[in-house]
């Protein structure tokens, strides 16, 4: 059984966000939600993390920075793109500046709506993100083990 | 004894580490992980298919969890407590080595602050030795357990001060300086920066296998007894776990300041007392 | 006796050989047979005289006391010749050598100074620092033929005056030869000035104002020193009650008759091993080239100092004075190690950790117990070995990377991984176990705990200035090795090769430095015990269980970089993390403004919290008043 899923680390990214997807993924850790239960850890590292969670559209100036973090991560690893902004650049899809959603850049692995997106289902999307990196994981082995 | 040593160990220090976080966990109103989760982390950081930044940092840390076991092993099978601590130091020498190998500014500001805590405690880990020693007649490690007064009692200052340094040991705020494990991020994750999947995992182990030995160290001044110092021990850790919830993360400059100055003043004159009173 | 007078003559014959020969292949050869016929001789001494006690021997020449005496005067008056550049403030310089010499003419004048039967001798003692200088220091030699090569390539301003340069370097060699070999101390404190007159011709050597200088400073303080050895070869001629020069007569007749004088030349041998509160004179002596500072500032002529404190260390034995001896190494060490935590100069960082280890060899013959005198042994020998590795290297790196400064090593390891093996097999000899450093200072503290005065529990202070001097040096040698094992992101290998001679010296230093970590109790049997128990009639046990602690943790640490080269599994490799802000490969992110920012990592230096003057004021003070107290107490 893959142990992914019971100790999943989160690197929390804001992409453009206005920080209103950030504080309820902050929520998430707080006392009431506690994400911790599930072993969930947010370290600033991509090095350390499995699920990357960003927040907020891209735009010109962090094109490269979130491919940089994504390709610091090890495998296998899932990207969960929170709120609006994120999945497809929300209301601020027309500014001159903004790219897109999360997936013009990196391959999205699950989508959580949301303006702001509230921690329920943030935990929510986040679960069902585990669920793809065990089948990455799955994958990986088998890739590994047939090589 | 070395078996028991080499695969029990980290397995107590998983323990410890979940009931850490478990402890942590309800000081601030929360439920906190299941008890085996340290386990559960380093399993999947086995999984992770590892990066790194250059070839060879990874060789550093598979140096530093041998030497941190062949401490153990010589701590463990009643061996020469100054040998041991020596021993701490060339481990620990090899976790800062492989950071500054990475050569990334993170990295290389933990390694920094890694040093200066081992700077640190070292004066009051050698004066504590010493303190045993001039009780004991004896380094070695089955003398002093087989001690039948309690050294606690000798040593009142010399323990004191060794629960200060205990707190820059065992990375706990106020002393957490060169990496944090809460996830409170400082400097990334500083001395760790660089490392991924099964290094990651092989210096987790080698913080357990070492948190074990320092409760070991603990064990000692209470060895007379061992239920009294088996919940001597407990104690203490409890006691670190309030400490690192309830002080912010310090300067490295208090650090330094503060242990020499405890080890100077706690620790040189109990010794001194004690000099007499053994003559 | 024939080998002792060939160590001592061969080295001032063939320096007189490159007094004449000018720089060429022909010269670079004899020098390179020279230093091998030396190695060997002292080779054979060892195999010869090991392990059988104390050899006396007859002065096959007559009237020897006659030419040493004028030898003396000589050299009293060529240093006052070479007076003559000295400034005001240095102006106590000629006072000094004309109140040696005024002592030493009245001693000898005054007829009444004592004949030694036996004016040469041999035992383990001198046999280790006879391999020391036979050994060490010739592999100095050699590699100073293609380094001062180098050293006048990169200084064209500077003249080239190689042939006193050498004739300097094996005369000093005979001069130490001299200093461990002789018994009558009137001829001892000849070889001493000697030694003296050697470190400073060889620091003014660059003759730029800051050379001579500090030229002048280790003169004085070396001649400050000399005269507490005249006052106490004053003593012993005239005011002792036990009429002798002899250097074993004086060791055996303990404290009661002979502490005076032995306190008076151990003054004399605090100055030369540059304890506070002396040793100004040894960090300004880096500006000298490097085999200077290897040979005589490191390796030799320092340990010439320790020398003879340790073999007075039975007359220290159990007596305030030498307390105060071994307060006045504790101090050293301590305050040299936390001041070494400052420097980022690589030769000050080599200086200050030289006079430390000083510090800790002169506590333990101060405390004068046998353990400790068996640890200031071990720590002689393994520093001898280390610290001339780490010069040498250091000497060659400069060539090579054109500076002295540790922040400008990062990357060794891949621009010149041979040199960066070098500097890391120093460095972890230095301070890390299972290497000899690390179990001399094990023994030491164990030794210290346990020792007294007078039923005082005094060796506990001694032992506290160990302890806290100890981490330090932890910080210091680690963070040296940090910068070296960097791996920078750039793989650049550096240009131009490192000479073959460099290459023989370094190698078989650290051949040597690996050696005896590992040999370690090899060479306790065989060569240091034997002293103890001729000595203090005690044999040290070493116990069987730490003897194969360090045996594992020594395979450990040479069979684990082995196991990496067999299964060397490659990660894959990604950047640093810069905040994701990484452009390009190397450490540079975008930073404010749209602009390419350089991270660049510099050591941590602590200057904030360590300041190096007021540490030095401080344990000048602290040292001198340990001194003044030294004297006042000789008498309890």
């Known amino acids: 059984m893959s142990f992914l899923k019971k100790s999943p680390w989160v690197l929390h990214y804001d992409g453009s966000s206005c920080n209103g997807c950030d504080i309820e993924v902050l929520a998430c850790l707080t006392p009431v939600y506690d994400i911790e239960r599930f072993g969930i850890v947010n370290t600033g590292n991509p090095k350390h993390a499995d699920v990357l969670l960003i927040t907020g559209s891209i735009n010109e100036q962090n094109i490269d920075v979130v491919k940089n973090l994504y390709s610091q991560m090890p495998d296998p690893k899932v990207v969960a793109a929170i709120g609006i902004c994120a999945a497809t650049g929300g209301i601020f899809r027309e500014c001159y500046n903004v790219k897109g959603g999360v997936d013009t850049v990196i391959p999205v692995d699950i989508y959580i709506p949301g303006c702001a997106a509230r921690p329920e289902s943030i935990i929510d999307g986040v679960v069902a993100a585990l669920g793809v990196l065990e089948k990455k994981a799955e994958a990986l082995h088998a890739m590994k083990a047939s090589a | 004894m070395v078996v028991a040593w080499v695969v029990i160990a980290p397995l107590l220090g998983g323990l410890l580490a979940g009931f850490d976080r478990i402890l942590t966990a309800r000081m601030q109103s929360r439920m906190g992980p299941p008890i085996l989760q340290p386990f559960y982390d380093v399993l999947k950081l086995f999984s992770k298919r590892g990066v790194a930044v250059n070839n060879f940092q990874n060789f550093y840390m ?171 021990v407990a104690a203490t850790y409890i006691l670190e776990v309030l400490i690192d919830n309830t002080y912010a993360r310090l300067t490295w400059h208090f650090t330094v300041k503060s242990s020499w100055i405890v080890a100077g003043v706690l620790g040189v004159t109990n010794l001194i007392v004690l000099a007499f009173v053994v003559k | ?89 240095e102006s106590y310089i000629p006072i000094l050598i004309l109140i040696q010499a005024g002592i030493m003419a009245y001693c000898e004048l005054s007829g009444k100074v004592p004949e030694v039967a036996y004016p040469f001798y041999i035992d383990n003692f001198s046999i280790i620092m006879a391999l020391i200088i036979g050994i060490i220091g010739s592999l100095i030699c050699w590699y100073a033929v293609s380094y001062m090569k180098d050293y006048h390539h990169h200084h064209p301003e500077m003249k080239d005056r190689q042939r006193s340069f050498f004739f300097i370097l094996f005369f000093f060699l005979s001069a130490m030869f001299g200093v461990v070999f002789s018994n009558n101390l009137m001829w001892l404190y000849f070889f001493w000035e000697v030694t003296t007159l050697s470190s400073f011709i060889l620091i003014g050597y660059p003759k730029t104002e800051e050379a001579k200088r500090n030229a002048y400073r280790a003169l004085g303080l070396n001649l400050t020193g000399g005269l507490g050895f005249a006052l106490g070869l004053l003593y012993l001629v005239k005011f002792c009650p036990e009429h002798t020069v002899a250097l074993a007569r004086v060791i055996e007749m303990g404290p009661a008759v002979m502490l005076i004088p032995v306190v008076l030349i151990s003054f004399a041998g605090i100055a030369k091993s540059a304890q506070m509160p002396f040793s100004s004179w040894l960090l300004g002596a880096m500006v000298a080239p490097t085999p200077v500072s290897a040979l005589l500032h490191s390796s030799t002529m320092v340990k010439a100092g320790i020398f003879i404190i340790i073999k007075f260390a039975p007359v220290f034995q159990g007596t305030w004075a030498g307390y105060c001896i071994a307060m006045v190494g504790g101090i050293t060490f301590l305050m040299t190690s936390i001041i070494a935590v400052t420097q980022s100069n690589a030769k000050r960082v080599l200086a200050y950790s030289t006079i430390a280890n000083l510090g800790l060899i002169v506590a333990c013959a101060g405390i004068g117990t046998y353990e400790t005198v068996w640890a200031a042994l071990m720590l002689t020998i393994f520093h001898a070995v280390s610290k001339g ?52 200072k094990w023994a030491c503290l164990e030794s210290f705990v346990t020792s007294s005065v007078s039923g005082m529990p005094t060796g506990v202070l001694i032992a506290v200035l160990l302890a806290f001097g100890s981490a330090p040096t932890l910080f210091f040698w680690t963070k040296w090795m940090g910068k070296i094992v960097a791996i920078p992101a750039v793989n650049a290998k550096g240009e131009g090769k490192v000479s073959t001679d460099e290459w023989i010296a370094l190698g078989v230093l650290s051949v040597l430095t690996v050696a005896t970590a590992g040999l370690f109790p090899l060479i306790s049997a065989v060569s240091v015990e034997p002293y103890i128990v001729s000595v203090y009639h005690h044999t040290v046990t070493l116990t069987q269980g730490n003897i194969i602690i360090m045996a594992i943790m020594l395979s450990l640490l040479v069979l684990l970089p082995l196991a990496f080269l067999v299964y060397p599994k490659k990660p894959i490799l990604v950047q640093r993390y810069l905040a994701g802000a990484n452009t390009g490969t190397t450490n540079t992110y975008l930073g404010a403004l749209g602009r390419n920012q350089e991270a660049t990592m510099r050591n941590y230096y602590l200057s904030s919290l360590f300041k190096e003057s007021s540490l030095t004021t401080t344990s000048v003070c602290a040292t001198l008043a340990v001194l003044v107290a030294m004297f006042a107490v000789v008498k309890l």
């Open chain 3, 389 to 440: 590795l780490l010069f040498l290297g250091v000497g060659s790196i400069e060539h090579k990377i054109g500076s002295r400064d540790i922040e400008d090593m990062d990357g060794l390891i891949v621009n010149r991984p041979g040199l960066a093996m070098v500097m890391l097999i120093g460095i972890l000899g230095m301070f890390l176990a299972p290497f000899g450093m690390l179990i001399s």
């Open chain 3, 1 to 89: 006796m024939n080998i002792i007078l060939f160590l001592l003559l061969f080295p001032a014959a063939v320096s007189l050989l490159f007094a004449i020969l000018p720089p060429n292949s022909i010269r670079n050869t004899i020098v390179r047979l020279s230093c091998l016929l030396i190695a060997a001789g002292s080779i054979y001494a060892a195999i010869a005289f090991s392990g059988q006690g104390t050899f006396f021997f007859k002065a096959e020449f007559p009237h020897l006391d006659m030419l040493f005496f004028a030898a003396d005067m000589i050299l009293s008056i060529f240093l006052l010749y070479k007076c003559f550049g000295i400034k005001a403030k």
């Open chain 2, 62 to 232: 598979l140096c530093f969890l041998s030497f941190v076991i062949v401490t153990g092993i010589l701590f463990f099978s009643g061996g020469d407590l100054l040998l041991t601590i020596f021993a701490l130091a060339v481990a620990g020498v090899f976790f800062v080595l492989g950071a500054y190998s990475a050569n990334s500014p993170y990295s290389n500001i933990g390694a920094e602050r890694e040093l200066i805590q081992m700077m640190s405690y070292e004066p009051m880990l050698i004066l504590a030795a010493m303190g045993m020693f001039m009780v004991t007649k004896s380094f070695h490690v089955r003398d002093i357990m087989a001690h039948t007064t309690p050294l606690v009692y000798y040593l009142p200052g010399v323990f004191l001060g060794f629960l200060f340094i205990l707190t820059i040991k065992l990375r706990k705020s106020p002393f957490d300086l060169s990496t944090s494990h809460h996830g409170h991020q400082e400097l990334v994750k500083g001395i760790t920066t660089e490392f991924s999947g099964s290094t990651l995992a092989v210096i987790e182990i080698a913080h357990w296998y070492e948190n074990i030995l320092l409760l070991g160290f603990v064990y000692l001044f209470f060895a007379f007894n061992p239920v009294i110092a088996i919940l001597a």
